[in-house]
């Protein structure tokens, strides 16, 4: 049975960084893309990026590119989403989710992470 | 604002049959197929549809999909109070190099 279990909700300070984590397991890790998708409250489904965990070959959605970093640890079939210094603005539900390829849309999707930033 | 539009809300009776439109452009729909995804409240999206009209194991054959030209659809027949949910359309976009979603619509079962 495909999984993807996500890291616990955070509650975080304006300007402190965080890494949150998605581990996949009952299938091969390394063959599918993994993607991260932000849902901010009361709000809709926006994709970030995507890693390909073999090689961490990394795509990011241009309104995200430079504002998370995306990376991947194959030999522990984790991803993770990370903030350097976060934002009032991050608050939101983050989402990993399969995907079967590049070019495609996910499919399996993990439970997500709830980011809470408030001073 | 969205890249793929739908609408905002629909809504039926028990048994009615209810669609969900979502409009894109020649760069995602026109040139990729068509995922949807159901969002029950409180939970993760789950994927209903894939390439445009494919089922996975486990969804009721009471959801379908359809997909003309920058245009898709999803169809539910045999409406149930279960069914109450944010429905979402995704493509992949050629232009923007990613996945683009619909703003999703609030199905409400009356």
């Known amino acids: 049975e495909v999984q993807l279990v996500q890291s616990g909700a955070e509650v975080k300070k304006p300007g402190e960084s965080l890494k949150i984590s998605c581990k996949g397991s009952?299938?091969?890790?390394?063959?599918?893309?993994i993607g991260w998708v932000r849902q901010m409250p009361g709000k809709g489904l926006e994709w970030m990026g995507i890693i390909y965990p073999r090689d961490s070959d990394t795509r990011y959605s241009p309104s995200f590119q430079g504002q998370v970093t995306i990376s991947a640890d194959k030999s522990i079939s984790t991803a993770y989403l990370q903030w350097s210094s976060l934002k009032a603005s991050d608050t939101a539900m983050y989402y990993c989710?399969?995907?079967?390829?590049?070019?495609?849309?996910?499919?399996?999707w993990g439970q997500g992470t709830l980011v809470t930033v408030s001073s | 604002q969205s890249v793929l539009t739908q609408p905002p809300s629909a809504s039926g009776t028990p048994g009615q049959r209810v669609t969900i439109s979502c409009s894109g452009s020649s760069s995602n729909i026109g040139s990729n197929t068509v995922n949807w995804y159901q969002q029950l409240p409180g939970t993760a999206p789950k994927l209903l549809i894939y390439s445009n009209n494919q089922r996975p194991s486990g969804v009721p054959d009471r959801f379908s999909g359809s997909k003309s030209g920058t245009s898709a659809s999803l169809a539910i027949s045999g409406l149930q109070s279960e069914d109450e949910a944010d429905y979402y359309c995704a493509a992949w976009d050629d232009s923007l190099m990613g996945v683009v979603f619909g703003g999703g619509t609030k199905l409400t079962v009356l």
């Open positions: 009952g299938y091969s890790f390394t063959s599918y893309w």
């Open positions: 989710a399969r995907h079967p390829g590049y070019g495609t849309q996910p499919d399996y």
